[in-house]
């Protein structure tokens, strides 16, 4: 048999550079290749299994039956290494690079701002360099689905779509409805729009695009594929063998003698297998080079396709299949083509195979149903000969399991002309947990490159961290209290046998007695993180005493993954004979993470330095948790001696390091006949999880926003946070603000319904006016939130679209439109005085170059471009002599945590200061010689002997917040926000499109415009995934399910609002903050709550078509499940809600 053979050399191209790999170890992917073995780190890990788009790459193979050279996009995670033999791969190093020549898709993406933190950039100039190498001038229609399959944590997308769209055709439409519609539906001309916005980019700059620049096709894999005889190939790993037959017939035989060998096409369902269940298969069989496999073959019946066909091979099939037959007889065609469009991302759909849809046998497959339902049927061959099998309801058996023999195979599917009904199939899916008994190390120390197995027992110094009077363990020792806890860390030679390492530890768990999980079985049992918080103003309970109209009523909030493309990553190694470490740490907090470290290790803090260059997004999910992962990977490098990297899988950066807290809100609101709220009683319990993290700052942020832009005489604000055995929750943009106001104006939104007012009426009659004062004592004048708002309804024409939109529902039964408007008074600074200064280093060489150092870090908000513009304005040079390297705790000691939207703010004053230092000793040599260049004197200042270097430091405003006296000062001052959403909601299926959005924002003189609208249009989409998309979902036993991509669903390019304006507020100034300008950074996602609101007002024009009024309950996020429900249509009313106690619900409601 071949596979018994020696291994064969596997030989293929990476960026026109021959590979040739001699022992290719068949468990490895092209993407740890590249990363581990090439180096090439162009290619981004961000979430192993197909979900995000950061490790795309194009492959280019050659067909030599029609001699064409094809290219395709592949996520890099999921290509088994083993399958390129005789593929070109292009990685984004073989696109452009700075060294060389920047590709024009890098360029202008790049100065259309669509890139913040830069971690998703390479996938997305992958996916549109791959399309413009089959399309050079794409419709608009095909970038979209280009990007479908990756992931933007940052930007929200728009930009980027702006970059790509300049590489289209046509000039004069944005064709953001898709199928070339126009999003303007002819309202206004998109130059009108244009002039109102700033320009962001010249498209006269760019560099043209021009194929014929492009690598080659490599001619010897023409030659070889022409020439060489087809042989089987075997490739042999450390623990399985890899065998691609030649033929069908040498097929069918391995398979006969292996039927429990995997045949694997695409990999994508065997692939994450492996990688995430730990299943390990000894012998693999790669069909890809048995031409059967492919063939498609017309009759008057059909079409029977090759099982080895890609979806998108299938799906161009029946595309040009479909017009060369009357309707009638292609209704499966066009219901499959249909599918196809929505099957996981174009990468997934560019390699997955039609057979290995079918033979995975998803419960939740797109594919299945409509071919069972089309009356198709697969050919199978084996040893025993071939038969024809139906894709009946008996086909398939459970999950993962068909009725067909192991040994037989797939050849091809037969899609029939269409007969008249359609039936639906459905599989029942099996979960299962498996608990095991007894704690032992052993197995994995005994491992192939295990080194060591670190347990708290290993920790020199302190294995807690103490926040707010309550200790965090850093490894659990005796017990553990939640799922998700860290126990031990398995150190080992490479992250392949780390991970088969962690899987061979074996602990036993002795259940809880009673678990506590949702908040309300926590505040049942009073498990609280202290201290708990109240804010009153004015004197609720005899206000409620005289308003016309008193409503109660309540509001649930699921927490949000932060989902930063980079998961928390760490390098820790040991320096000199002192022990010293460096850490180099994706981390927004460097100094909190030296001291973590420095505390853990029993060492001062003098000993350990913490780099940080850039990180792959953040949004305050690495501050805490971080350092955590910090002192644990800082433990193994003490004990071993050795440099040691940390970088957690997808999976396991969801399930440890915390979310957004999710919140219950309970109110009670009293209110006049006119809409004025004159009362109201608000109580906010959040899910803090089992550590205390910075929960109990949470919750006072909660308490200081429940007022947004109201002014509410008498009000009151109580807030816990809840005890419970969920892994921790931990800061999140917004830190608590969003889930604030959420319920505030839901409740207002409620006052609304009851008075059946509009919502805006509501909103506007409520709003602070003149000199104000807020519930804890601070004075402001809210003339900016005003103009904010009246802005915003002008620009988005607001009464027209609100008629519009009441039109368009008398005239749909189905589909409704919504519109709202909402407004943000978000403030700005640390009510933890201390936490507001920062500091600066800025270094003068002889040469005239600066180097400035700073307490802030580069997670994609632009701080250090911000940072260069400050110092290139004090100094009076270009930004180009100004350099920034890095975040690093030996030059700027002692830092705060870049967060609460006070980056600049702070950082800023600081580079100003120590910039205006050095301005200021360059003063007299200046006068010497007033027409010399900066060059001649800092020269002349060196030979002077005067320092060129020099400290900045920034005290920041003294706030405070008195809880006893519920007064003070806690913010700097406040960026004020309005935004308009119009929805449309298909009531049937709760689906819903953004119709338009329109932000008013006023962010004082913005230091960087372009910037300050990437931060706004980033901030809402993640509050549109919020509100409306991403939901985390627990298991009853407290398990995670949402571990990936697959199941947490952010927002992706198709959710962007197809016509999406963004203004800053003219002529607004604050005194308060560097150049006038104002923090940004967080006060915008909460304007993504328009997206829900929309929804609920589109929700409520369907529920009155069934006789409904009044206010009904909608929680968040508004996902199609929940909006369909809540419409009430006399179909969903046919299913009666299963009494509570009566099931056991699959998932908790926290
Ligand atoms: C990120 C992601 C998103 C996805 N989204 C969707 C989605 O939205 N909708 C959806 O329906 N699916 C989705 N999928 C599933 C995907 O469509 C399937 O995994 C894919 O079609 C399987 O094909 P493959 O060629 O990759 O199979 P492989 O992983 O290569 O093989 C899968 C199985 O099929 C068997 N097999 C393959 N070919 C044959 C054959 N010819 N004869 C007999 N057995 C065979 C193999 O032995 C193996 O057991 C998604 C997957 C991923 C990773
Ligand atoms: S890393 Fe490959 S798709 Fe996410
Ligand atoms: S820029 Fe896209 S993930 Fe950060």
Redesign the pocket.
């Known amino acids: 048999m071949s596979a018994e053979k020696e291994g064969d050399t596997l030989c293929f191209f990476i960026n026109g550079k021959k590979v040739t790999v001699s022992h290719a170890e068949p468990e490895t992917t092209l993407l740890s290749f590249l990363r581990e073995e090439l180096r090439l780190t162009g290619t981004k890990y961000g979430c192993g299994?197909?979900?995000c788009g950061a490790c795309t790459v194009m492959v280019s193979r050659y067909q030599p039956a029609t001699k064409t050279i094809t290219h395709y996009s592949a996520n890099a995670c999921?290509l088994p290494l083993c399958q390129l033999h005789g593929a070109a791969v292009t990685t984004v190093e073989g696109v452009g690079s700075t060294r060389t020549r920047i590709h024009p898709v890098q360029e202008r993406i790049a100065k259309a701002h669509g890139s913040q933190c830069g971690f998703c950039s390479p996938g997305m100039v992958m996916s549109i360099y791959t399309l413009l190498r089959n399309r050079p001038q794409p419709a608009m229609d095909d970038i979209t689905h280009a990007l479908q399959g990756n992931l933007c944590r940052c930007t929200g997308y728009r930009p980027i779509i702006d970059g790509c769209r300049t590489f289209c055709q046509e000039a004069d439409c944005c064709q953001a409805n898709g199928a070339g519609d126009c999003c303007l539906d002819g309202e206004e001309t998109l130059e009108e729009t244009q002039r109102e916005k700033p320009e962001l980019f010249d498209k006269r700059e760019f560099l043209p695009l021009d194929p014929t620049q492009e690598l080659i096709f490599p001619p010897e894999l023409i030659l070889w594929a022409e020439r060489a005889p087809p042989q089987t190939l075997t490739f042999r790993g450390e623990r399985m063998m890899w065998v691609s037959p030649a033929s069908l017939e040498e097929l069918v035989q391995l398979k006969t003698r292996n039927p429990e060998a995997?045949?694997?096409?695409?990999?994508?369902?065997?692939?994450?297998d492996i990688k995430f269940k730990g299943v390990l298969h000894p012998l693999i069989i790669s069909?890809t080079r048995v031409l059967d496999?492919f063939e498609v073959t017309q009759t008057p019946h059909g079409v029977w396709v090759g099982?080895?066909c890609s979806?998108t091979e299938v799906r161009s099939l029946l595309e040009k299949l479909l017009p060369q037959f009357p309707e009638e007889k292609t209704e499966v065609f066009r219901a499959l083509s249909q599918q196809l469009g929505?099957?996981?991302?174009l990468q997934?759909r560019n390699?997955?195979?039609?057979?290995?849809?079918i033979?995975?046998a998803?419960p939740?497959?797109?594919?299945?149903p409509v071919l069972a339902a089309g009356n198709c049927k697969v050919s199978?061959i084996s040893n025993g000969g071939k038969r024809e099998v139906p894709l009946n309801r008996d086909f398939f058996v459970s999950f993962?399991k068909t009725i067909?023999k192991p040994e037989?195979?797939?050849?091809s599917v037969f899609i029939p002309f269409s007969r008249k009904v359609l039936n639906i199939l459905t599989l029942n899916p099996v979960l299962w947990i498996k608990f095991q008994l007894g704690l032992d190390v052993s197995e994995a120390l005994r491992l192939p490159g295990v080194i060591d197995v670190i347990t708290a027992k290993d920790v020199p110094g302190q294995k807690v961290r103490k926040m707010f009077g309550y200790e965090e363990v850093l490894l659990a020792e005796t017990e553990v209290s939640c799922v998700g806890q860290m126990i031990c860390a398995v150190v080992a030679d490479t992250r392949v046998h780390a991970r088969r390492g962690a899987a061979a530890v074996k602990i036993g768990y002795e259940d809880l007695p009673e678990p506590l999980f949702t908040v309300e079985e926590a505040s049942e049992k009073s498990s609280f993180f202290e201290p708990r918080r109240m804010i009153e103003k004015g004197n609720v309970a005899e206000a409620f005493k005289t308003v016309d109209h008193v409503h109660q009523g309540e509001f649930r909030m699921g927490g949000q993954e932060h989902f930063y493309m980079e998961t928390q990553s760490m390098l820790v190694v040991p320096v000199g004979e002192e022990t010293e470490f460096n850490a180099y740490v994706s981390t927004q907090w460097p100094t909190g993470t030296q001291d973590a470290i420095a505390e853990a290790l029993g060492i001062p803090s003098n000993r350990v330095t913490c780099h940080v260059k850039r990180i792959g997004g953040a949004f305050g999910g690495k501050v805490v948790k971080t350092a955590t992962l910090a002192c644990i990977t800082a433990v193994a490098a003490w004990k071993t001696n050795r440099a040691v990297r940390c970088v957690l899988e997808r999976g396991e950066d969801m399930l440890i390091s915390g979310a957004r807290h999710p919140v219950l809100g309970k109110y009670k609101v009293g209110f006049m006949n006119d809409g004025r709220i004159m009362a109201a009683d608000m109580q906010y319990y959040t899910n803090a999880g089992n550590t205390v993290d910075e929960s109990p700052l949470v919750v006072e942020k909660i308490l200081l926003h429940i007022d947004n832009a109201y002014n509410i005489p008498n009000l009151r604000g109580r807030g816990a946070a809840c005890r419970t055995n969920l892994p921790s929750n931990t800061a999140f943009r917004g830190f608590g603000v969003p889930q604030s106001i959420m319920v505030l104006e839901n409740m207002l939104n409620d006052v609304a319904m009851v008075l059946g007012h509009p919502a805006d009426q509501i909103r506007e009659i409520n709003m602070y006016q003149g000199p104000s004062v807020t519930h804890y004592g601070l004075e402001f004048s809210p003339e900016n939130l005003r103009r904010c708002w009246d802005q915003c309804k002008g620009k988005s024409d607001y009464a027209a679209r609100r008629r519009a939109a009441d039109r368009f529902n008398q005239d749909n039964r189905w589909k409704k439109r919504g519109v709202a408007i909402v407004p943000i008074k978000y403030g700005i600074a640390f009510a933890e005085s201390f936490l507001n200064q920062a500091a600066a280093l800025v270094h003068v060489y002889k040469d005239g170059s600066v180097l400035v150092s700073h307490g802030g870090t580069e997670m994609g908000q632009g701080l250090h471009t911000k940072m260069q513009q400050v110092a290139s304005r004090e100094l009076g040079i270009p930004p180009s002599k100004i350099y920034i390297s890095e975040t690093s705790t030996n030059t700027v000691p002692n830092t705060c945590p870049s967060a609460a939207s006070y980056g600049t703010d702070a950082n800023g004053m600081a580079v100003r200061n120590a910039c205006q230092t050095l301005y200021q000793r360059l003063e007299p040599i200046r006068q010497k010689n007033p027409k010399g260049s900066w060059e001649s004197w800092v020269k002349a200042a060196f030979f002077d002997k005067i320092s060129l270097s020099a400290t900045g430091f920034y005290r920041g405003p003294d706030l405070y917040m008195d809880w006893d006296k519920m007064a003070g000062r806690p913010y700097a001052y406040f960026t004020f926000g309005a935004c308009f959403c119009e929805v449309e909601l298909d009531c049937l299926t709760g689906d819903y499109r953004v119709v338009r959005t329109d932000i008013v924002m006023d962010i004082g003189r913005s230091v960087n415009p372009s910037m300050d609208i990437g931060q706004i249009e980033g901030a809402f989409l993640q509050g549109l995934g919020l509100y409306t998309l991403e939901e985390l979902k627990f298991s009853p036993a407290g398990l995670l399910y949402t571990r990936g991509?697959?199941q947490y669903k952010i927002p992706a390019v198709c959710d962007v609002p197809l016509r999406f304006n963004v203004y800053l507020l003219p002529d607004s100034h604050n005194p308060h903050a560097i150049y006038s300008s104002k923090g940004i950074g967080e006060p915008a996602l909460f304007l993504g709550s328009s997206v829900f609101f929309a929804i609920k007002d589109a929700v409520a024009a369907a529920r009155s078509e069934s006789g409904l009024v009044g206010p009904f309950p909608l929680d968040s996020p508004a996902t199609p499940e929940r909006a369909c429900l809540a419409c009430a249509s006399p179909f969903t009313q046919k299913i009666p809600a299963s009494t509570p106690g009566s099931f056991k619900p699959w998932a908790l409601n926290m």
């Open positions: 299994g197909g979900g999921l995997p045949l694997v096409m695409g990999n994508t369902n065997i692939g994450p069909p496999l099982a080895g979806l929505n099957v996981g991302s997934i390699v997955a195979s039609l057979g290995g849809n033979m995975s998803y939740n497959s797109d594919l299945n199978v993962g067909l037989e195979i797939v050849v991509p697959s």
